[in-house]
């Protein structure tokens, strides 16, 4: 790293120390797969085109040319540019990926194939190999070759049909909940598949993510709703459907969550707000009971939280032991201190000298925190160094940048 050693609240252990990463995918999912694995101690070798790299460095707000998602999604990795559509660039790619433990690649189903880099050849001359394919409808079925992206994810896996307001337009989550999810999916399959190389035998496997799939693999209760009883769950705005209380309040400067829905917890929480007679009405003494009044439970609420401010209406709930919490702004996450306490408010160094604030990392280890021991690369920062340690010399690198193979 260019930029300095990292500051002492960065420095941790490393889960996954040994375990090299060759990512060839682009944008979201496989990136942040990559990013999560490399948080952990893992060598992420992230490979991108020459001159172009991965979009994600030009998506959003750009910093001296470099988008500042790019940062964090990209921390703690090295790039190599190079061109994996030229046999010469495959072949470079063969060798990377003889020496790694993991491949993820979050390309169209078939491209692997097409480029000769197909998980049978590559687990031939590498046994141990694991690879994660992370792709919009999976590596087989019908849908498997339409484009899919984190969006269309989200709507087929049911997600979408649940937000906004009954009978408006479904609205998005506002971030690209859909990669995300099959990104942390594709992160619990290598971490499955290097336990079970560890522990029998030694070899590799293929884990299959799909983007729909992981969005469907959250939606808690709708599937089974529908089998037993046919019923198509529906948008319900801020509230949430078959458990009551819990729904945006508004107060006299903006709106406050609570959710009161655990049978104790309500009756705390109707004493909190002046209706002692509902917290002692037998027919609420339980979730179902609620629900059926649910509307007359969440005026009372609202009437209590709108003539106060999300201030006042968090404290008196705190002093009641009630769950409640502010709909938070970029700048009430930068200010907060519990953010800070918990080192989710990181100080970064880009490699062109710019300091920025970043999230911090999740999950805590006790023993093996994760830690950024690297700021984001610049295009192609490492494609020397990287092709040295595969056995590449010095002439044959010179060779392949002179024909535009690498950068």
Known sequence: MDS????????????????????????????????????????????????????????????????????????NKRSVALDLRAPEG????????????????????????????????????????????????????????QPGFGVIGEAMGGLRHLTGEPGRVPVRVGVSLGDTLAALHGAIGVLAALYHRQAHGGRGQVIDVALHEAVYNVMESLIPEYSAFGVVREAAGSALPGIAPSNAYPCTDGWVLVAGNGDSIFKRLMQAIGRPDLATAPDLANNAGRVARVQEIDAAIAHWTTGRTVREV???????????????????????PHYRARDMLLTQQTRDGDTLTVPGIVPKLSATPGRVRSSAPRLGDDTDAVLAEVGLSASQIAQLREKGIIQ
């Open 4 to 75: 300095g050693p990292p500051s002492p609240s960065l420095i941790g252990g490393d889960a996954l120390q040994g375990v090299r990463i060759v990512e060839m995918g682009q944008l979201i999912a496989g990136p942040f797969c990559g990013k999560t694995l490399g948080e952990f101690g893992a060598e992420v070798i992230k490979i991108e085109p020459p001159v172009t790299g991965d979009p994600l460095r030009n998506w959003r707000l750009l910093q001296k040319g470099t988008s500042v998602w790019w940062q964090v999604q990209s921390r």
């Open 90 to 145: 495959q072949e470079v790619a063969r060798r990377l990926i003889a020496e790694a433990d993991v491949l993820i690649e979050n390309f169209r189903p078939g491209m692997l194939e097409e480029w000769g880099l197909d998980p049978e050849s590559l687990q031939a001359a590498n046994p141990g190999l694991i690879v994660l394919r992370i792709s919009g409808f999976g590596q087989t079925g019908p849908y498997r070759d």
């Open 314 to 336: 968090q404290q008196s709930l705190a002093a009641a032991r009630v769950p409640a919490g502010k709909v938070y702004t970029a700048r009430d996450i930068a200010e907060d």
